[in-house]
T-cell receptor, first 111, second 115 residues
């Protein structure tokens, strides 16, 4: 059973601060990792993908991957109230046939 | 930007009835998926589909579920005899075939309510 674990939160940060979201996964053979954002009642929306160890930056978002520790994280700089949502970590199997989601971390950015 | 389209947005059905949820994946995508999300719970994988065959399915995807690509554009999920516990949001997703690691793009979902 492939597991993806996230702290459910809520994680509360003030506007302008850095939000740090974490995720661990059980399948050591996983090769591709994604962060999705989900607003209440809406579908998951892709924020970032990461495939190699290290950091990947895209605007205010930075994804970090450490395959040895089976750990993925997402940093959101200059957090805005509009960033308030549930952030889903997702891990793909090697064949790309099954993307497994974590339970999500609810982020609240307070003005 | 191309998107995955799902219909209907909300379906209400009585227990024991059959329902068909419809999806139009992004036109050049070849890999298709169904996920579900029970209210307040995680997004759960149901099934993946490629080249007119199921690639992978979860334990949730039992004999009551089936998928079909009846033509070149639609991808459907059928639940033969709905149960109360089938009430959930059902998401269709697709990805292109250039890379195994290409991300999934999700539709807006169909909220299924079984009464």
């Amino acid at each position: 059973q492939k597991e993806v674990e996230q702290n459910s939160g809520p994680l509360s940060v003030p506007e302008g601060a850095i939000a740090s979201l974490n995720c661990t996964y059980s399948d050591r053979g996983s090769q591709s990792f994604f962060w999705y954002r989900q607003y209440s009642g809406k579908s998951p929306e892709l924020i970032m993908s990461i495939y190699s160890n290290g950091d990947k930056e895209d605007g205010r978002f930075t994804a970090q991957l450490n395959k040895a520790s089976q750990y993925v994280s997402l940093l959101i700089r200059d957090s805005q109230p509009s960033d308030s949502a549930t952030y889903l970590c997702a891990v793909n199997d090697n064949a790309g046939n099954m993307l497994t989601f974590g339970g999500g971390t609810r982020l609240m950015v307070k003005p | 930007e191309p998107e995955v389209t799902q219909t209907p947005s909300h379906q209400v059905t009585q227990m024991g009835q059959e329902v068909i949820l419809r999806c139009v994946p992004i036109s050049n995508h070849l890999y298709f998926y169904w996920y579900r999300q029970i209210l307040g719970q995680k997004v759960e994988f149901l099934v993946s589909f490629y080249n007119n065959e199921i690639s992978e399915k979860s334990e949730i995807f039992d004999d009551q579920f089936s998928v079909e690509r009846p033509d070149g554009s639609n991808f459907t999920l059928k639940i033969r005899s709905t149960k109360l516990e089938d009430s959930a949001m059902y998401f269709c997703a697709s990805r292109d075939s250039e890379r195994i690691a290409s991300p999934l793009h999700f539709g807006n979902g169909t909220r299924l309510t079984v009464t």
